[in-house]
Structures are given as structure tokens and as C-alpha cells.
């Protein structure tokens, strides 16, 4: 589910980053590199918590084996996602 959402985030950020001219226009000013730079910020924490935020919670509770399992289960569906992707890109 994690790795689902974190695939839905970077769709919808993927979907901004492309329309963004036609959103905010063609700005090239401090504010438009300012911009961008916190959405990489916000960005690298959302996804910092849909990837790690539960296996941490898990390991502080002493279940670090759930934890590793999550974490590479969270890891290994965002590379499937990214298979599907690439795919998809080529035959398309």
C-alpha cells in the first residue's frame, strides 16, 4: 500500500512538474527556482515517510524483522512500479 501511494505522489508531482509552465507560466525568476527547490524538500519527506515511516515505527518497537520485510516489500513494489513504467514507456 505504501509503495502504491508513493507511486500515486510521484504521479501527481510528475503531472505538476509537466503542466507547470502552462500552471505558472514561464518564470525563471528566484521565486520559481525557490519553488521548485522546496517541492524536491517536500517531496524527498513525503516520500522519506511513506517508504520509512512505518518500518521505523516497527523496529522501535522491537519488531525488526517485520520492519526489514516492510521496508524491502515497500522497495521491491516501487521497483515492480518502475518495470511497469519503463515498460509501458517503451511500448507506448
Given at each position: 500500500?505504501?509503495?502504491?501511494?508513493?507511486?500515486?505522489?510521484?504521479?501527481?508531482?510528475?503531472?505538476?512538474?509537466?503542466?507547470?509552465?502552462?500552471?505558472?507560466?514561464?518564470?525563471?525568476?528566484?521565486?520559481?527556482?525557490?519553488?521548485?527547490?522546496?517541492?524536491?524538500v517536500?517531496?524527498?519527506?513525503?516520500?522519506?515517510?511513506?517508504?520509512?515511516?512505518?518500518?521505523i515505527?516497527?523496529?522501535?518497537?522491537?519488531?525488526?524483522?517485520?520492519?526489514?520485510?516492510?521496508?524491502?516489500?515497500?522497495?521491491?513494489?516501487?521497483?515492480?512500479?518502475?518495470?511497469?513504467?519503463?515498460?509501458?514507456?517503451?511500448?507506448?
Amino acid at each position: 500500500m505504501h509503495a502504491f501511494l508513493a507511486v500515486v505522489y510521484v504521479f501527481l508531482i510528475g503531472m505538476l512538474m509537466r503542466n507547470g509552465e502552462k500552471i505558472f507560466g514561464n518564470d525563471s525568476k528566484l521565486l520559481g527556482t525557490m519553488s521548485f527547490l522546496l517541492l524536491f524538500v517536500i517531496s524527498a519527506t513525503v516520500m522519506g515517510f511513506l517508504v520509512l515511516g512505518k518500518p521505523i515505527l516497527m523496529y522501535l518497537e522491537n519488531k525488526k524483522k517485520e520492519a526489514l520485510w516492510m521496508f524491502f516489500g515497500t522497495l521491491g513494489w516501487l521497483v515492480v512500479f518502475l518495470i511497469l513504467v519503463v515498460v509501458g514507456n517503451i511500448i507506448f
